[in-house]
């Protein structure tokens, strides 16, 4: 899974999301898998099925969803509502239906926001047999009486669930799972925020000059799809996973990254993604911040961290679900969620990883004796040329401030501190940090040694 052969090099974040963004995805069904065959054109994708009726814990995978057209017909034979048109004008997961109803009984069936009266919802109904349309509460209340033609050409049938998953080798086994999830039809922040940014996140690990860990991404319908991961490969996450994160809602108008800690939140182990997550929020809380984990709200975190298995998997998120108008509607564009903040997001949570990676390996200047002739290597400015680095298309370095994180990493290297605890000493970010010990590795000044 580490090969990127027949993998498009170039990323164009904007183009693959007015790809992605018509289909109608749900937990299961070719919208899914269409969904994820676009995705693989970028990152190398091993497609996994799983079989309906697969029992996964205390959960049976549903039968695959399909549906073709529907229409709702009003009295004098014009269009209501089109799935054409937009579809989230259809109960996701709706049955089939093609009967003559009179309005009072199709209220039943219909669904708008009295509170958002521009907006049509999100609305689905996967584990209970219902059918239904979505439309704006303002074409709602134009309805007049009489009888309507409810169309919804759509079945069930014993299929698969579909998910994806890309893997870059480390140095060892151990392992960091990076998952979003594939399953929402056309939401802008709340459905593919997530994989365009894991995506992006994918092309930025890859592009490590050396990884420690084992890095896994992995893309999956949300709830059922975490569950049926963790039926195939929960044993082996407990053996091997050193942290993690899901990524949800990376776009939108908030500037701050925010975690969602661990439900264990182990404070009495410093190197865990927890205590990464607090560190950033300390010293940089313009830039991130941390909530408590929770239960009654969110995304798969919650199964990767439920008692049975408890493991380190932190949420990271931009505006948050529901706490944004838009959420699970129709004004949940591409224009709301904004593409620069998805790619901002990718940056900031590579930096995290990057500094995780690092994490209790203690670090050791390999030219103890005196300051190294920094001139000679291009990393003193001189008169003329003002440092700049580019670790990447990313990073960009202020002369001054460069040329001081390197002189303290190298006096603080002294074979008794991380990285973090050098940030710490200094006051600084450790994801500022990284990417000035990693030039000072390239030329073998500084050397990562065994965890503190």
């Known amino acids: 899974m580490d090969s990127r052969a027949n993998v498009s090099d170039t990323l164009d974040l904007s183009a693959i999301f007015d790809e992605l963004y018509p289909l ?3 937990i299961t069904g070719s919208g899914t898998r269409r969904s994820l065959e676009i995705i693989g054109r970028h990152m190398p994708l091993e497609i996994v099925e799983v079989e309906s009726g697969t029992q996964v814990f205390d959960w049976t995978v549903p039968p695959q969803w399909e549906i073709e057209s529907a229409t709702l017909t009003g009295p004098d034979g014009k269009t209501v509502v089109d799935f054409a048109d937009h579809n989230l004008h259809v109960l996701n997961y709706s049955e089939p239906v ?13 669904h708008s926001l009295p509170a958002m009266p521009d907006a049509i919802p999100y609305v689905t109904s996967y584990y209970a047999p219902k059918w239904g349309f979505c439309l704006t509460d303002r074409q709602r209340k134009t309805l007049k009486p009489g009888t309507y033609h409810a169309k919804i050409d759509s079945r069930k049938f014993k299929g698969h669930l579909t998910y994806g998953v890309a893997e870059l080798k480390g140095e060892t086994d151990e392992l960091v799972l990076i998952t979003s999830y594939v399953c929402h039809p056309s939401l802008a922040n709340n459905e593919l925020s997530g994989p365009l940014g894991l995506l992006s996140l994918y092309h930025k690990i890859a592009q490590w000059p050396k990884r420690r860990y084992t890095y896994r991404f992995l893309l999956i319908p949300e709830t059922i799809g975490s569950i049926c991961y963790l039926a195939a490969h929960g044993e082996e996450l407990r053996q091997r996973l050193k942290g993690g994160a899901v990524l949800t809602c990376l776009g939108g108008h908030s500037k701050i990254l925010n975690f969602k800690l661990t439900r264990a939140d182990v404070l009495d182990q410093p190197y865990s993604v ?3 997550a607090r560190h950033l929020a300390d010293v940089d809380p313009q830039g991130w911040k941390v909530r408590q984990f929770t239960p009654t709200s969110g995304s798969d975190e919650r199964q990767f961290c439920s ?6 998997m932190v949420q990271i998120a931009r505006t948050v679900y529901g706490q944004y108008d838009e959420y699970h509607t129709s004004l949940d564009t591409k224009e709301f969620m904004r593409i620069e903040r998805v790619e ?3 940056v900031r949570i590579n930096q995290f990883f990057m500094a995780f990676d690092f994490e209790g390996q203690t670090l050791h200047n390999l030219s103890p004796n005196g300051e190294p002739n920094l001139g000679k290597r291009g990393l003193y400015p001189s008169t003329n040329s003002p ?4 670790l990447s298309s990313d990073t960009v370095f202020d002369a001054r401030q460069t040329l001081n994180q390197i002189l303290q990493i190298l006096s603080y290297s002294d074979g008794n501190r991380d990285l973090r605890g050098i940030a710490e000493i200094v006051k600084a970010p450790v994801t500022q940090l990284v990417p000035v010990a990693l030039q ?7 050397q990562r040694g065994a965890r503190a």
């Open 24 to 26: 109608c995805r749900s």
């Open 98 to 110: 093609d009967e003559k109803i009179e309005l009072g009984e199709l209220q039943k069936h219909l």
């Open 307 to 312: 008692p049975g298995f408890n493991l380190p």
């Open 387 to 390: 440092l700049t680095w580019r």
């Open 440 to 446: 000072l590795e390239s030329h073998d000044l500084v």
């Open 274 to 276: 927890d205590h990464l």
């Open 344 to 346: 901002d997001a990718a």
